[in-house]
């Protein structure tokens, strides 16, 4: 009762008090997170994705931009030759270029797969395919001069090679192969032979130049903590920025996967028995056939060693080598069955 004798009104009963915190409850009622493309040309892209739980812009946007520059596939050049220069230190009197600036310009021509089904070497273990450049000075020497097979296609047909001052022919091969990342020379697999004058080069397969992303608050509700994710990814022109991000979203998801099917009481798998591969050289099969014939699988670009003829062989495809005919085949075949005979023995 108050002083002056009136009735104090009844204290409203108290209220149970909610276990959960303001940030927790506005994090159960938040929106489902929308992912939107914002801007999005040949070779850039801008996306968002909002709203995100606190902690999760950083999250996803470093590992997403750390799988775009590291694990998408790409082509590029590995080996090259040119006529007349036994090393990168070599110069040509009729190119204003030495041999090290037409190396790094030949690094920045970008391929595309037409066809990834007749081209399916992953990491660059296989031994790729052949590309080649033939042209006559005085010219100026740009993409579109190189002969490659029809499984590759070059985005960047202007791009400049090297000047030809005087009169001269510029004959270079090349090994064209499929990797991810980057790839030094001094990574080049040993296992291939490398012939007198030929240059091993630092490939960069990434088809990804370079990936930016930021995160930003948002507001769900009554929440303040809730992030925004900006991601920005620049491409060559090799793959658009929209099949990118899902790329890496989708490899991403993939090693992620593993971790989520692993259970309690799971054994490591076996250790798997090493993988004997062998490779014979060509070299074995000099005397047997001509130099010509020989010569032609040598310039073909696409055999290194014997079991990439067996291979062709059991395909029926020996006549698809650039230069050899009917006869040529009957005479590969039968020196493969010699060569198989005499290791026999």
Not at 58 to 70: I, M
Request: proline fraction near 5%; glycine fraction near 8%; charged fraction near 25%.
């Amino acid at each position: 009762m108050r002083a002056d004798g009136q009735t104090l009104p009844a204290a409203a009963p108290s209220q149970p008090t909610n276990s959960l915190t303001e940030a927790q409850l506005a994090i159960q009622t938040a929106q489902t997170p929308h992912v939107h493309a914002v801007e999005v040309t040949d070779n850039y892209g801008r996306f968002e994705a909002s709203p995100l739980a606190r902690g999760y812009g950083h999250t996803l946007g470093n590992a997403l931009r750390r799988v775009l520059l590291s694990s998408l596939p790409g082509v590029a050049i590995t080996r090259v030759k040119v006529e007349g220069c036994l090393h990168e230190y070599s110069t040509l009197d009729f190119m204003r270029e030495d041999l090290i600036q037409f190396i790094l310009n030949l690094k920045d021509v970008r391929f595309k797969l037409v066809a990834d089904e007749l081209y399916s070497t992953d990491y660059g273990m296989e031994p790729g395919v052949g590309a080649t450049l033939e042209i006559s000075g005085p010219a100026d020497v740009t993409d579109k001069d190189i002969r490659v097979p029809p499984e590759i296609a070059i985005v960047n047909p202007d791009h400049h090679l090297a000047s030809l001052v005087g009169e001269g022919e510029l004959r270079v091969d090349m090994r064209i192969e499929r990797g991810i990342g980057y790839r030094g020379s001094e990574l080049q697999h040993e296992s291939k032979e490398r012939e007198i004058g030929e240059i091993l080069m630092d490939s960069l397969f990434s088809p990804i130049k370079a990936v930016n992303y930021q995160v930003d608050d948002v507001r769900v509700g009554r929440a303040t903590d809730h992030n925004r994710l900006t991601l920005e990814v620049w491409t060559d022109g090799t793959i658009g920025p929209l099949d990118a991000v899902t790329d890496a979203a989708g490899r991403l998801i993939e090693e992620l996967q593993r971790i989520a099917t692993v259970s309690v009481g799971d054994e490591p798998p076996p250790e798997a028995e090493p993988v004997v591969v062998t490779q014979t050289s060509l070299a074995e099969l000099e005397g047997v056939l001509s130099t010509r014939i020989m010569n032609t699988i040598k310039r073909s670009g696409q055999v290194q060693f014997v079991e990439d003829l067996i291979e062709l062989r059991g395909a029926d495809r020996l006549e698809s080598l650039s230069g050899v005919g009917e006869k040529a085949a009957a005479d590969i075949e039968s020196a493969l069955d010699s060569l198989n005979a005499a290791t026999e023995e």
